[in-house]
């Protein structure tokens, strides 16, 4: 159930090991860059990357995508609105559940 419940979250499966002591289960974990804290905490409904840049007040386009966006979208926290057309203008932003989770709002 575990390993489930990580797979269907995205999450790397844990670790198991046995000694005389009992088992242990390691959770693992990928950090969480402060420009992607940035922008779950700002990510409003869907917004687009325009939206996004003005409320984090960034002018510098490649940055903001580089930094943010792209890092967001790889830990599964933010996803595309239409995910086979990235470059569409009508693109937009959301959180998926693990990056609503992380803000705190499940």
Request: aromatic letters at 6%; hydrophobic letters at 35%; one cysteine or more.
């Amino acid at each position: 159930m575990i390993q489930r419940a990580c797979t269907e979250r995205g999450l790397p499966l844990p670790q198991w090991s046995e000694d005389d002591r009992g088992v242990t289960l390691t959770f693992f974990t990928t950090e969480v860059t402060t420009e992607v804290m940035q922008i779950i905490g700002v990510l409003d409904g869907e917004m687009s990357r325009r939206e996004l840049q003005d409320v984090l007040g960034l002018r510098n386009a490649e940055h903001f995508r580089k930094a943010y966006l792209q890092p967001a979208i790889r830990e599964g926290l933010v996803e595309m609105t239409i995910p086979d057309k990235p470059r569409s203008s009508k693109q937009r932003y959301r959180l998926t559940w693990r990056g609503r989770a992380l803000r705190g709002g499940g």
